[in-house]
């Protein structure tokens, strides 16, 4: 009777290997050399299966047996009987404890172990629950020796759903101008407002939903985040009810949501013109102007500004939309700077500014920053010089002249998004510098505390130094979060399109995303888009 076994890598069939040997007359040790580069056998390979058979032996003739490695037997122990050992498992549990694994190892004269046996070991090992009682048959009848074998997994916990809010008033009301039979834009019925009544039912709270607790492999339970309540978008001239759960309007008014708030504006209406009668205009409410705004005029407003007249060199901001019925010739001077979107007939010469959309029938020399869509349309539909930052599409007529007329179109990436990134990154910078100027100064401080010549001014500036540095690098740690983020947006959204429904006209310039391109020659009908670092020309995506 005897038992085999390779030296220690137990890897390749080069390497020596030995039996071990009962006999009448007693135990032997056969040790067979390796081939070639194999590994040979160690004393210690064979001590530990001695030991583990419980073979009492001669450690002395062992380690001649080694020594030699001749493959003949040499004698290392009175005659004894072979111990024959069974299928063995060892089990791990995740750190995590909601997965557990075990690893079989090999019957030594012995014999498997069986599914029930196998189940109580993994029990005495702390395993109780999400058993895969499947696998444990199989490997039970078909053994797989020293492999690792995923055996029970727990139930992951499901997190309730968050509360919301639900509106009871039209959050997209389209701002889209009419287009008459003859080509031209109707500017006038836009049907922008929508009224309510003081105690009228704004929104409604959606109540959470509870999570579901999840369980380990060692049957504990792991708790679930319920669903966390949702916030009334609380406003200007709103009311909460007694109940918390409905947002009602406080007076009579115009429905707005501005920046994620629901507020409802009065209206204050200019009944002519804004110029020295009325001075400069600044209101929480909507603002309606019936005539002009003249030059070196400001309309400032929480909510929206309609102007019935022309807007010269004025500066216009509002925290809603701007509506100009007719339009605008700013002089170079004129700005327009809207929280949501802007809507007029033409803008000139202007410096303009939309969070949301900008909708005209003709730009013209102006500076545009737009957050979503620029649309030009009606019978015109221009697009002429100037520079246009647009988040993500530009849809026109006409970009361009056939006079060549310098026009710098961007798109496919928000303005604001962009900007903010340059201004965390300064930030970034400035703060990285100051928080090396901090630890410097704790450094040199701790030199004269261990040198024993800390004064209390002194301390106090140890103190003060140290909490800068501590605002420094909480700082520092919100701004990269920040920066991670805006990051990945300014990638995510580093694509848009530009539509052609007429000419685009050489001398315009195109970039989308980080790709650029000068437009070389009059192209018609067609949709810009960006390929890869490529910007390419194709048929109008309608």
């Known amino acids: 009777m005897s038992d085999s076994r390779r030296g220690s890598s137990y890897g390749s069939p080069n390497d020596g290997f030995f039996e071990i040997q009962y006999n009448e007359n007693g135990v032997y040790l056969k040790v067979h050399p390796p081939i070639g580069k194999g590994k040979a056998v160690e004393v210690n390979d064979v001590i530990s299966r001695l030991a583990q058979k419980k073979v009492i032996y001669d450690k002395e003739m062992v380690e001649f047996a080694v020594q030699k490695a001749v493959s003949a037997p040499v004698k290392i122990g009175e005659p004894q009987e072979e111990l024959k050992l069974d299928a063995t498992i060892d089990v791990n549990i995740s750190h995590d404890k909601m997965k557990a694994t075990m690893v079989i190892k ?101 109540p959470p939903l509870p999570g579901t607790p999840g369980r380990t492999v060692e049957d504990t339970e792991v708790p679930a985040l319920d669903g966390k309540p949702a916030v009334l978008p609380k406003g200007k001239h709103v009311e909460i009810t007694e109940d918390g759960q409905n947002l009602i309007a406080g007076i009579d008014g115009q429905v707005n949501l501005i920046d994620g708030k629901v507020s409802v504006f009065a209206n204050y209406e200019v009944p002519a013109d804004v110029d020295n009668s009325t001075g400069n205009i600044s209101f929480v409410g909507n603002v309606i102007i019936r005539g002009n705004v003249l030059s070196g005029f400001t309309v400032e407003a929480g909510g929206n500004v309609e102007v019935m007249g022309v807007v010269e060199a004025a500066v216009i901001k509002a925290d809603g939309d701007i509506i100009l019925r007719r339009g605008m010739q700013g002089l170079g001077k004129g700005i327009l700077k809207s929280g949501g979107d802007i809507i007029a007939k033409y803008i000139e010469n202007s410096i303009i500014e939309a969070k949301g959309d900008i909708k005209a029938e003709a730009i013209m020399h102006s500076n545009v920053k737009c957050g979503n869509k620029l649309e030009l349309s009606g019978k015109k539909g221009l697009l002429i010089g100037g520079k246009c930052k647009v988040g993500k599409e530009v849809s026109a007529k006409v970009i361009g002249s056939y006079l060549a007329t310098h026009t710098d179109v961007e798109v496919g990436i928000d303005p604001q998004i962009k900007e903010r990134y340059k201004e965390i990154r300064d930030e970034i910078h400035k703060i990285e510098e100051d928080l090396v100027k901090a630890e410097q100064a704790i450094t040199i401080l701790k030199k004269i505390e261990a040198a024993g010549k800390m004064t209390p001014e002194k301390q106090e500036l140890m103190a003060r130094s140290i909490r800068t540095k501590i605002y420094y690098s909480n700082r520092l740690n919100e701004l990269k979060e920040e920066l991670a983020i805006t990051e990945q947006r300014l990638q995510k959204e580093a694509d848009g399109k530009i539509r052609v429904f007429d000419h685009i006209y050489p001398g315009t310039k195109v970039s989308i995303g980080t790709s650029m391109m000068y437009v070389k020659e009059d192209l018609q009908y067609c949709t810009l888009y960006r390929d890869g670092s490529d910007i390419r020309v194709g048929p109008i995506d309608k």
Do not use: W
């Open 106 to 206: 090999p019957p030594d004269g012995g014999r498997m172990l069986t599914k029930d046996e196998m189940m109580e070991i993994l029990k005495s090992n702390g395993v109780k629950y999400g058993i895969n009682e499947s696998t444990l048959e199989n490997v039970s009848k078909y053994p797989v020796y020293n492999e690792v074998i995923i055996i029970a997994e727990g139930t992951p916990p499901t997190n309730g759903q968050n509360g919301r809010v639900e509106f009871h008033f039209d959050l997209n009301k389209e701002r889209k101008p009419t287009v008459l039979e003859d080509g031209r834009v109707d500017f006038r019925e836009l049907n922008l407002i929508e009224s309510v009544r003081k105690g009228q039912v704004l929104c409604t709270l959606v």
